[in-house]
Protein backbone atom coordinates (compact mmCIF):
# COMPACT_ATOMS: atom_id res chain seq x y z
CA UNK A 1 0.00 0.00 0.00
CA UNK A 2 0.73 3.70 -0.69
CA UNK A 3 -0.11 7.16 -0.44
CA UNK A 4 0.84 10.32 -2.41
CA UNK A 5 -0.85 13.15 -1.61
CA UNK A 6 -0.75 16.82 -4.40
CA UNK A 7 -2.21 20.48 -4.14
CA UNK A 8 -4.89 21.82 -6.55
CA UNK A 9 -7.78 24.21 -6.92
CA UNK A 10 -11.07 23.89 -8.00
CA UNK A 11 -12.85 26.83 -10.15
CA UNK A 12 -16.30 28.00 -9.01
CA UNK A 13 -17.55 31.44 -9.66
CA UNK A 14 -14.43 33.91 -9.08
CA UNK A 15 -13.11 31.75 -6.26
CA UNK A 16 -10.57 29.51 -6.82
CA UNK A 17 -11.05 27.31 -4.11
CA UNK A 18 -8.18 24.23 -2.41
CA UNK A 19 -8.65 20.98 -3.77
CA UNK A 20 -6.57 18.12 -2.13
CA UNK A 21 -5.90 15.05 -4.32
CA UNK A 22 -4.87 12.28 -2.09
CA UNK A 23 -3.95 8.55 -4.69
CA UNK A 24 -3.88 5.79 -2.22
CA UNK A 25 -2.86 2.02 -4.12
CA UNK A 26 -3.56 -1.26 -2.22
CA UNK A 27 -4.31 -4.68 -2.80
CA UNK A 28 -7.24 -6.40 -4.49
CA UNK A 29 -8.39 -6.68 -7.59
CA UNK A 30 -7.36 -3.92 -10.48
CA UNK A 31 -10.06 -0.93 -10.17
CA UNK A 32 -9.95 2.74 -10.73
CA UNK A 33 -12.10 5.02 -8.02
CA UNK A 34 -12.62 8.44 -8.13
CA UNK A 35 -14.47 9.98 -5.05
CA UNK A 36 -15.34 13.61 -3.48
CA UNK A 37 -18.47 14.60 -5.71
CA UNK A 38 -16.31 14.11 -8.95
CA UNK A 39 -18.94 15.45 -11.77
CA UNK A 40 -18.96 13.02 -15.54
CA UNK A 41 -15.21 14.99 -16.86
CA UNK A 42 -14.00 14.73 -13.49
CA UNK A 43 -14.85 10.94 -13.47
CA UNK A 44 -13.47 10.57 -17.23
CA UNK A 45 -10.54 11.13 -16.14
CA UNK A 46 -9.30 7.83 -15.17
CA UNK A 47 -9.83 6.81 -19.31
CA UNK A 48 -7.28 10.12 -20.02
CA UNK A 49 -4.74 8.83 -17.32
CA UNK A 50 -4.30 5.91 -18.46
CA UNK A 51 -3.96 5.98 -21.71
CA UNK A 52 -1.46 8.92 -20.88
CA UNK A 53 0.48 6.85 -18.85
CA UNK A 54 0.94 4.21 -20.72
CA UNK A 55 1.67 6.19 -24.08
CA UNK A 56 4.28 8.05 -21.88
CA UNK A 57 6.31 4.89 -21.27
CA UNK A 58 4.74 3.90 -17.75
CA UNK A 59 3.64 0.55 -16.47
CA UNK A 60 -0.25 1.35 -14.80
CA UNK A 61 -0.81 -0.47 -11.75
CA UNK A 62 -2.86 -3.65 -11.80
CA UNK A 63 -3.65 -2.67 -7.81
CA UNK A 64 -7.22 -0.96 -6.78
CA UNK A 65 -6.59 2.68 -7.15
CA UNK A 66 -8.48 5.61 -5.35
CA UNK A 67 -8.05 8.91 -5.75
CA UNK A 68 -9.88 10.95 -3.17
CA UNK A 69 -10.88 14.91 -4.33
CA UNK A 70 -11.20 16.71 -1.11
CA UNK A 71 -12.98 18.37 0.12
CA UNK A 72 -15.65 15.93 0.03
CA UNK A 73 -18.75 18.11 -0.20
CA UNK A 74 -17.69 20.18 -3.17
CA UNK A 75 -18.32 19.48 -6.82
CA UNK A 76 -15.63 19.22 -8.81
CA UNK A 77 -15.66 19.61 -12.00
CA UNK A 78 -13.18 19.95 -16.03
CA UNK A 79 -9.75 18.24 -16.85
CA UNK A 80 -7.71 20.21 -14.55
CA UNK A 81 -7.22 17.34 -11.83
CA UNK A 82 -5.99 14.87 -14.97
CA UNK A 83 -2.38 15.70 -14.66
CA UNK A 84 -2.46 15.85 -10.85
CA UNK A 85 -4.21 12.47 -10.37
CA UNK A 86 -1.91 10.76 -12.73
CA UNK A 87 1.19 12.64 -10.98
CA UNK A 88 -0.07 11.40 -7.87
CA UNK A 89 -0.30 7.67 -9.16
CA UNK A 90 3.41 7.95 -10.75
CA UNK A 91 4.34 8.87 -7.16
CA UNK A 92 2.43 6.52 -4.74
CA UNK A 93 4.32 4.02 -7.35
CA UNK A 94 7.89 5.77 -6.27
CA UNK A 95 8.73 7.23 -9.84
CA UNK A 96 10.19 10.35 -8.24
CA UNK A 97 10.55 10.95 -4.82
CA UNK A 98 6.95 12.76 -3.04
CA UNK A 99 8.63 15.64 -1.72
CA UNK A 100 9.53 16.45 -5.06
CA UNK A 101 5.66 17.91 -5.00
CA UNK A 102 5.68 19.46 -1.89
CA UNK A 103 4.59 23.27 -1.74
CA UNK A 104 3.46 22.45 -5.53
CA UNK A 105 0.20 22.59 -7.08
CA UNK A 106 -0.41 21.07 -10.63
CA UNK A 107 -2.86 21.93 -13.57
CA UNK A 108 -3.68 20.22 -16.40
CA UNK A 109 -5.66 17.73 -18.78
CA UNK A 110 -3.91 14.88 -20.47
CA UNK A 111 -4.57 14.20 -23.93
CA UNK A 112 -4.41 9.93 -24.67
CA UNK A 113 -1.01 10.77 -26.11
CA UNK A 114 0.65 11.81 -22.48
CA UNK A 115 0.16 15.57 -24.44
CA UNK A 116 -0.46 18.28 -21.99
CA UNK A 117 -3.77 20.71 -23.05
CA UNK A 118 -4.72 24.09 -21.91
CA UNK A 119 -7.68 24.53 -18.98
CA UNK A 120 -9.43 27.29 -18.16
CA UNK A 121 -9.63 29.25 -14.95
CA UNK A 122 -5.74 29.07 -14.80
CA UNK A 123 -5.28 32.85 -13.77
CA UNK A 124 -7.54 33.14 -10.06
CA UNK A 125 -6.04 29.70 -9.40
CA UNK A 126 -2.30 30.80 -9.62
CA UNK A 127 -3.24 33.81 -8.03
CA UNK A 128 -4.27 31.93 -5.30
CA UNK A 129 -1.10 29.85 -5.35
CA UNK A 130 1.32 32.61 -5.71
CA UNK A 131 -0.45 34.01 -2.22
CA UNK A 132 0.41 30.77 -0.58
CA UNK A 133 3.60 30.68 -1.51
CA UNK A 134 3.43 28.12 -3.94
CA UNK A 135 5.10 27.18 -6.76
CA UNK A 136 2.63 25.91 -9.92
CA UNK A 137 3.01 23.66 -12.86
CA UNK A 138 0.78 23.91 -16.09
CA UNK A 139 0.61 23.48 -19.78
CA UNK A 140 2.43 25.29 -21.72
CA UNK A 141 -0.92 26.86 -23.02
CA UNK A 142 -1.18 28.26 -20.28
CA UNK A 143 1.82 29.65 -19.34
CA UNK A 144 1.32 33.21 -20.58
CA UNK A 145 -1.76 33.68 -18.02
CA UNK A 146 0.14 31.88 -15.32
CA UNK A 147 2.77 34.41 -15.24
CA UNK A 148 0.77 36.91 -14.78
CA UNK A 149 0.62 36.20 -11.76
CA UNK A 150 3.95 36.60 -10.40
CA UNK A 151 4.65 32.79 -9.40
CA UNK A 152 7.22 30.65 -9.84
CA UNK A 153 5.32 29.07 -13.07
CA UNK A 154 6.62 25.52 -14.74
CA UNK A 155 5.49 25.13 -17.64
CA UNK A 156 5.39 21.55 -20.32
CA UNK A 157 3.92 20.25 -23.12
CA UNK A 158 3.64 16.58 -21.97
CA UNK A 159 3.12 14.22 -18.96
CA UNK A 160 6.39 13.15 -20.18
CA UNK A 161 8.39 16.54 -19.54
CA UNK A 162 6.92 16.73 -16.25
CA UNK A 163 7.97 13.44 -14.83
CA UNK A 164 11.38 13.79 -15.68
CA UNK A 165 11.75 17.41 -14.20
CA UNK A 166 10.68 16.15 -11.16
CA UNK A 167 12.58 12.87 -11.07
CA UNK A 168 15.36 15.64 -11.55
CA UNK A 169 16.74 13.55 -15.15
CA UNK A 170 16.12 16.93 -17.06
CA UNK A 171 14.58 20.05 -15.14
CA UNK A 172 12.51 22.80 -16.46
CA UNK A 173 13.24 26.22 -16.71
CA UNK A 174 11.44 28.94 -14.78
CA UNK A 175 8.72 30.88 -17.21
CA UNK A 176 9.51 33.94 -17.63
CA UNK A 177 7.51 36.83 -16.86
CA UNK A 178 5.40 37.79 -19.44
CA UNK A 179 5.64 41.18 -21.06
CA UNK A 180 2.94 43.78 -20.59
CA UNK A 181 2.13 46.40 -23.17
CA UNK A 182 0.40 49.32 -21.89
CA UNK A 183 -0.77 52.03 -24.71
CA UNK A 184 -2.95 54.88 -24.53
CA UNK A 185 -5.74 54.35 -26.45
CA UNK A 186 -5.44 56.26 -30.34
CA UNK A 187 -8.76 55.88 -31.78
CA UNK A 188 -12.33 56.98 -30.75
CA UNK A 189 -10.83 60.55 -29.91
CA UNK A 190 -13.11 63.17 -28.68
CA UNK A 191 -12.12 65.05 -31.46
CA UNK A 192 -14.34 63.31 -33.92
CA UNK A 193 -17.25 64.33 -32.45
CA UNK A 194 -18.96 67.85 -33.63
CA UNK A 195 -20.88 69.76 -31.33
CA UNK A 196 -22.83 68.46 -28.11
CA UNK A 197 -20.66 70.14 -25.74
CA UNK A 198 -23.02 69.22 -23.12
CA UNK A 199 -23.00 66.03 -23.65
CA UNK A 200 -19.30 65.97 -23.79
CA UNK A 201 -19.21 67.50 -20.49
CA UNK A 202 -21.63 65.05 -19.05
CA UNK A 203 -19.16 62.25 -20.10
CA UNK A 204 -16.29 63.99 -18.74
CA UNK A 205 -18.23 64.32 -15.18
CA UNK A 206 -19.68 60.71 -15.52
CA UNK A 207 -15.63 59.64 -16.12
CA UNK A 208 -14.39 61.44 -13.25
CA UNK A 209 -16.51 60.34 -10.90
CA UNK A 210 -17.55 56.95 -11.76
CA UNK A 211 -21.03 57.82 -12.37
CA UNK A 212 -23.68 55.65 -14.34
CA UNK A 213 -25.12 57.65 -17.51
CA UNK A 214 -27.70 57.83 -19.99
CA UNK A 215 -27.76 59.56 -24.14
CA UNK A 216 -31.40 60.37 -24.58
CA UNK A 217 -32.21 61.57 -28.17
CA UNK A 218 -32.87 61.47 -32.08
CA UNK A 219 -30.97 58.63 -34.08
CA UNK A 220 -27.95 59.84 -35.76
CA UNK A 221 -27.07 62.61 -33.01
CA UNK A 222 -24.04 60.94 -31.70
CA UNK A 223 -24.89 59.26 -28.93
CA UNK A 224 -23.03 56.14 -29.52
CA UNK A 225 -20.07 57.73 -30.74
CA UNK A 226 -19.88 59.49 -27.23
CA UNK A 227 -20.19 56.10 -24.75
CA UNK A 228 -17.22 54.49 -27.13
CA UNK A 229 -15.11 57.34 -26.49
CA UNK A 230 -15.40 57.11 -22.46
CA UNK A 231 -12.65 54.71 -22.16
CA UNK A 232 -10.33 56.93 -23.76
CA UNK A 233 -10.95 59.44 -21.27
CA UNK A 234 -10.46 57.07 -17.97
CA UNK A 235 -8.01 56.66 -16.15
CA UNK A 236 -5.87 53.31 -17.00
CA UNK A 237 -6.51 50.39 -14.60
CA UNK A 238 -4.17 49.60 -11.62
CA UNK A 239 -1.95 46.32 -12.24
CA UNK A 240 -4.43 44.93 -9.24
CA UNK A 241 -7.56 46.00 -11.44
CA UNK A 242 -6.23 44.86 -14.88
CA UNK A 243 -5.46 41.17 -13.15
CA UNK A 244 -9.06 40.97 -11.99
CA UNK A 245 -10.54 41.69 -15.00
CA UNK A 246 -8.03 39.35 -17.08
CA UNK A 247 -9.25 36.43 -14.24
CA UNK A 248 -12.81 36.64 -15.93
CA UNK A 249 -11.67 36.17 -19.33
CA UNK A 250 -9.28 33.33 -17.89
CA UNK A 251 -12.46 31.82 -15.99
CA UNK A 252 -14.19 31.60 -19.63
CA UNK A 253 -11.00 30.11 -21.28
CA UNK A 254 -10.45 33.07 -23.57
CA UNK A 255 -7.23 34.61 -24.73
CA UNK A 256 -6.16 37.56 -22.11
CA UNK A 257 -5.23 40.99 -24.27
CA UNK A 258 -1.56 41.67 -23.42
CA UNK A 259 -1.41 44.48 -25.74
CA UNK A 260 -3.37 47.53 -24.03
CA UNK A 261 -3.06 45.88 -20.95
CA UNK A 262 -4.31 47.89 -18.26
CA UNK A 263 -6.92 49.39 -21.08
CA UNK A 264 -10.19 49.60 -19.43
CA UNK A 265 -12.83 47.25 -21.30
CA UNK A 266 -15.80 48.06 -22.55
CA UNK A 267 -18.63 45.65 -23.44
CA UNK A 268 -21.52 46.47 -25.83
CA UNK A 269 -24.35 43.47 -25.82
CA UNK A 270 -26.89 43.55 -28.44
CA UNK A 271 -29.82 44.44 -27.33
CA UNK A 272 -31.27 40.78 -28.02
CA UNK A 273 -29.11 39.96 -25.13
CA UNK A 274 -30.93 37.16 -22.46
CA UNK A 275 -30.86 37.96 -18.57
CA UNK A 276 -28.08 35.23 -18.11
CA UNK A 277 -26.14 36.23 -20.94
CA UNK A 278 -25.95 39.62 -19.17
CA UNK A 279 -25.52 38.74 -15.64
CA UNK A 280 -24.29 35.03 -15.82
CA UNK A 281 -25.49 31.94 -15.22
CA UNK A 282 -25.89 28.70 -16.51
CA UNK A 283 -25.22 25.42 -15.01
CA UNK A 284 -20.82 26.36 -13.81
CA UNK A 285 -22.25 28.68 -13.56
CA UNK A 286 -20.04 30.99 -15.61
CA UNK A 287 -19.59 35.31 -15.87
CA UNK A 288 -21.54 37.47 -17.96
CA UNK A 289 -21.34 40.45 -19.83
CA UNK A 290 -21.50 42.27 -16.91
CA UNK A 291 -18.32 40.98 -15.38
CA UNK A 292 -16.60 41.22 -18.54
CA UNK A 293 -17.22 45.12 -18.32
CA UNK A 294 -15.36 44.77 -14.83
CA UNK A 295 -13.31 47.55 -13.77
CA UNK A 296 -14.28 49.16 -17.24
CA UNK A 297 -17.81 50.30 -19.01
CA UNK A 298 -20.39 48.48 -20.26
CA UNK A 299 -22.63 50.42 -22.48
CA UNK A 300 -26.34 49.43 -23.56
CA UNK A 301 -27.74 51.25 -26.84
CA UNK A 302 -30.82 51.49 -27.55
CA UNK A 303 -31.90 51.05 -23.59
CA UNK A 304 -35.84 50.27 -24.10
CA UNK A 305 -35.40 47.26 -26.44
CA UNK A 306 -33.63 45.06 -24.00
CA UNK A 307 -35.63 42.68 -22.06
CA UNK A 308 -37.14 44.09 -18.95
CA UNK A 309 -36.28 41.28 -16.97
CA UNK A 310 -32.62 41.45 -17.94
CA UNK A 311 -32.60 45.29 -17.49
CA UNK A 312 -33.69 44.54 -13.70
CA UNK A 313 -31.02 42.16 -12.73
CA UNK A 314 -29.15 44.78 -13.27
CA UNK A 315 -30.30 46.88 -10.14
CA UNK A 316 -27.89 44.79 -7.31
CA UNK A 317 -24.88 44.53 -9.31
CA UNK A 318 -24.91 48.63 -9.82
CA UNK A 319 -25.15 49.29 -6.30
CA UNK A 320 -22.31 45.95 -5.13
CA UNK A 321 -20.04 45.53 -7.95
CA UNK A 322 -20.54 42.27 -7.37
CA UNK A 323 -23.06 39.75 -8.86
CA UNK A 324 -24.55 36.42 -7.37
CA UNK A 325 -25.77 33.56 -8.65
CA UNK A 326 -27.20 31.18 -6.71
CA UNK A 327 -27.53 26.96 -7.75
CA UNK A 328 -28.30 24.08 -6.23
CA UNK A 329 -24.62 22.92 -5.43
CA UNK A 330 -23.77 26.55 -3.91
CA UNK A 331 -23.70 30.59 -4.79
CA UNK A 332 -21.45 32.02 -7.04
CA UNK A 333 -20.20 35.38 -7.05
CA UNK A 334 -18.40 36.97 -10.09
CA UNK A 335 -16.86 40.74 -9.80
CA UNK A 336 -19.40 43.10 -11.82
CA UNK A 337 -17.82 46.85 -10.56
CA UNK A 338 -18.93 48.04 -14.11
CA UNK A 339 -19.92 51.76 -15.07
CA UNK A 340 -23.20 51.82 -16.84
CA UNK A 341 -23.09 53.97 -20.43
CA UNK A 342 -26.25 53.45 -22.04
CA UNK A 343 -28.51 55.52 -25.13
CA UNK A 344 -31.89 55.49 -25.92
CA UNK A 345 -34.23 57.43 -28.55
CA UNK A 346 -37.16 59.86 -26.33
CA UNK A 347 -39.85 58.35 -28.43
CA UNK A 348 -40.87 54.88 -30.55
CA UNK A 349 -40.34 56.77 -33.54
CA UNK A 350 -37.04 58.74 -32.09
CA UNK A 351 -37.76 62.06 -33.52
CA UNK A 352 -39.31 63.79 -30.30
CA UNK A 353 -38.26 67.11 -29.81
CA UNK A 354 -36.15 67.03 -33.45
CA UNK A 355 -35.98 70.24 -34.92
CA UNK A 356 -35.43 68.86 -38.46
CA UNK A 357 -37.82 66.11 -38.30
CA UNK A 358 -41.50 65.43 -37.47
CA UNK A 359 -42.70 62.79 -34.26
CA UNK A 360 -46.21 60.82 -34.93
CA UNK A 361 -46.13 59.60 -31.34
CA UNK A 362 -48.86 59.51 -29.38
CA UNK A 363 -48.56 60.51 -25.79
CA UNK A 364 -49.81 57.37 -24.61
CA UNK A 365 -47.06 55.49 -26.78
CA UNK A 366 -44.21 57.48 -25.48
CA UNK A 367 -45.13 56.83 -21.37
CA UNK A 368 -45.45 53.56 -22.63
CA UNK A 369 -41.82 53.28 -24.59
CA UNK A 370 -40.44 54.96 -21.63
CA UNK A 371 -42.06 53.00 -18.57
CA UNK A 372 -39.84 50.14 -20.32
CA UNK A 373 -36.43 51.56 -18.42
CA UNK A 374 -38.15 51.17 -14.45
CA UNK A 375 -38.13 53.91 -12.02
CA UNK A 376 -35.81 51.94 -9.53
CA UNK A 377 -33.29 51.46 -12.76
CA UNK A 378 -33.27 54.84 -13.74
CA UNK A 379 -32.90 56.04 -10.43
CA UNK A 380 -29.56 54.26 -10.25
CA UNK A 381 -28.67 56.02 -13.43
CA UNK A 382 -26.61 59.30 -11.85
CA UNK A 383 -26.67 61.37 -15.66
CA UNK A 384 -29.33 61.87 -17.68
CA UNK A 385 -28.66 64.09 -20.66
CA UNK A 386 -30.38 65.03 -23.61
CA UNK A 387 -28.53 64.49 -27.15
CA UNK A 388 -29.59 66.94 -29.76
CA UNK A 389 -29.07 67.23 -33.56
CA UNK A 390 -26.21 69.30 -34.11
CA UNK A 391 -26.44 72.22 -36.94
CA UNK A 392 -25.33 71.27 -40.75
CA UNK A 393 -22.85 74.12 -40.54
CA UNK A 394 -20.92 73.04 -37.48
CA UNK A 395 -20.94 68.90 -38.80
CA UNK A 396 -19.24 70.83 -41.95
CA UNK A 397 -16.93 73.67 -40.12
CA UNK A 398 -16.37 72.22 -36.90
CA UNK A 399 -15.90 73.63 -33.55
CA UNK A 400 -13.67 76.31 -31.95
CA UNK A 401 -11.69 75.01 -28.97
CA UNK A 402 -12.38 71.49 -29.08
CA UNK A 403 -10.45 69.27 -26.74
CA UNK A 404 -9.00 65.53 -27.71
CA UNK A 405 -9.40 62.86 -25.28
CA UNK A 406 -6.00 63.26 -24.18
CA UNK A 407 -6.65 66.94 -22.84
CA UNK A 408 -10.51 65.48 -20.95
CA UNK A 409 -8.41 62.23 -19.78
CA UNK A 410 -5.48 64.98 -17.83
CA UNK A 411 -8.43 66.61 -15.81
CA UNK A 412 -10.36 63.44 -15.27
CA UNK A 413 -6.98 61.87 -13.92
CA UNK A 414 -6.40 65.07 -11.45
CA UNK A 415 -10.30 64.12 -9.86
CA UNK A 416 -9.77 60.57 -9.40
CA UNK A 417 -6.40 61.16 -7.87
CA UNK A 418 -7.89 63.97 -5.61
CA UNK A 419 -11.10 61.26 -4.84
CA UNK A 420 -9.11 58.25 -3.99
CA UNK A 421 -6.72 60.15 -1.55
CA UNK A 422 -10.00 61.84 0.12
CA UNK A 423 -12.10 58.67 0.45
CA UNK A 424 -10.74 56.09 -1.09
CA UNK A 425 -13.32 55.36 -3.66
CA UNK A 426 -14.70 57.29 -6.10
CA UNK A 427 -17.66 59.46 -6.00
CA UNK A 428 -19.93 57.28 -7.63
CA UNK A 429 -19.59 54.77 -4.82
CA UNK A 430 -19.57 57.42 -1.20
CA UNK A 431 -22.61 56.10 0.94
CA UNK A 432 -24.35 57.93 3.83
CA UNK A 433 -22.52 59.80 6.62
CA UNK A 434 -19.12 59.42 4.26
CA UNK A 435 -21.60 61.14 1.46
CA UNK A 436 -22.37 64.22 3.68
CA UNK A 437 -19.30 64.73 5.16
CA UNK A 438 -17.26 64.58 1.94
CA UNK A 439 -19.51 67.00 0.15
CA UNK A 440 -19.43 69.62 2.80
CA UNK A 441 -22.82 71.41 1.40
CA UNK A 442 -24.22 74.49 3.56
CA UNK A 443 -27.85 75.46 4.17
CA UNK A 444 -27.91 77.17 0.61
CA UNK A 445 -27.54 74.03 -1.52
CA UNK A 446 -29.73 72.01 0.77
CA UNK A 447 -32.22 74.70 0.60
CA UNK A 448 -32.16 74.07 -3.64
CA UNK A 449 -32.05 70.00 -3.56
CA UNK A 450 -34.83 70.09 -1.33
CA UNK A 451 -36.42 72.34 -3.96
CA UNK A 452 -35.65 70.35 -6.58
CA UNK A 453 -36.78 67.18 -5.00
CA UNK A 454 -40.43 68.29 -4.07
CA UNK A 455 -40.57 69.64 -8.06
CA UNK A 456 -39.39 66.45 -9.41
CA UNK A 457 -40.43 63.90 -7.18
CA UNK A 458 -36.60 62.96 -6.56
CA UNK A 459 -36.69 59.32 -4.62
CA UNK A 460 -34.21 59.18 -1.82
CA UNK A 461 -31.92 57.05 -4.36
CA UNK A 462 -31.53 59.89 -6.33
CA UNK A 463 -31.14 62.44 -4.11
CA UNK A 464 -27.78 60.99 -2.54
CA UNK A 465 -26.53 60.67 -6.66
CA UNK A 466 -27.62 64.34 -7.32
CA UNK A 467 -24.85 65.24 -4.34
CA UNK A 468 -22.65 62.48 -5.86
CA UNK A 469 -22.51 64.17 -9.10
CA UNK A 470 -21.96 68.06 -7.45
CA UNK A 471 -18.82 66.58 -5.40
CA UNK A 472 -17.86 65.58 -8.71
CA UNK A 473 -18.06 68.77 -10.30
CA UNK A 474 -16.75 70.57 -7.73
CA UNK A 475 -13.85 68.09 -7.94
CA UNK A 476 -13.27 68.91 -11.50
CA UNK A 477 -13.37 72.69 -10.60
CA UNK A 478 -10.83 72.18 -7.89
CA UNK A 479 -13.27 73.05 -5.18
CA UNK A 480 -13.35 71.63 -1.42
CA UNK A 481 -17.17 72.08 -0.74
CA UNK A 482 -19.71 71.90 -3.21
CA UNK A 483 -21.86 74.89 -3.87
CA UNK A 484 -25.65 75.83 -5.24
CA UNK A 485 -23.84 76.00 -8.62
CA UNK A 486 -22.76 72.62 -8.18
CA UNK A 487 -26.36 71.48 -7.11
CA UNK A 488 -27.77 73.49 -10.21
CA UNK A 489 -25.71 71.74 -12.91
CA UNK A 490 -26.18 68.22 -11.20
CA UNK A 491 -29.98 69.12 -11.51
CA UNK A 492 -29.67 70.14 -15.27
CA UNK A 493 -27.87 66.59 -16.11
CA UNK A 494 -31.23 64.63 -15.50
CA UNK A 495 -33.45 65.41 -17.88
CA UNK A 496 -36.38 62.50 -17.02
CA UNK A 497 -36.55 63.25 -13.71
CA UNK A 498 -40.75 64.26 -13.31
CA UNK A 499 -41.10 62.71 -16.84
CA UNK A 500 -41.21 58.77 -16.25
Same mark, same amino acid.
Given at each position: ?28 ? !? ?17 ? %? ?5 ? /? ?19 ? /? ?5 ? +? ?20 ? %? ?67 ? +? ?65 ? +? ?24 ? /? ?7 ? +? ?61 ? @? ?6 ? !? ?35 ? %? ?31 ? %? ?71 ? @? /? ?8
Amino acid at each position: MSLAILNCRAQFGADAPPVTIEVFLSGGL !PAFTIVGMAETAVRESKDR %VRGALLS /SGFEFPQQRITISLGPAEMKK /SGGRYDL +AIALGILAAKKQFPQDALDNVE %VYGELSLSGALRPVPGILPAVLKAAAAGRKVIVPKGNEIEATLACAEVYAATSLAEITAHLAGHQLLEI +AAQTDLVSVDPTSNDLLDVRGQQRAKRALEIAAAGGHNLLFVGPPGTGKSMLARRLPGILPPMTNAE +ALETAAIDSILGMPIALNGWRQRPFR /SPHHTTSAA +ALVGGGPGPRPGEISRAHNGVLFLDELPEFNRRALEVLREPLETGVISISRVGGQAEFPAKFQ @LIAAMNPC !PCGYLGDRFADCRCSGDRVAAYRRKISGPLLDRIDLH %VEVLRPSTELLRTGEAGAEASKTVRGRVEKAWS %VQLQRSGVNNARLHGEELEFVCGANDACWALLESAAERFNLSARAHQRVLRVARTIADLCGDKKITPPHIAEA @L /SLRCLDGQT
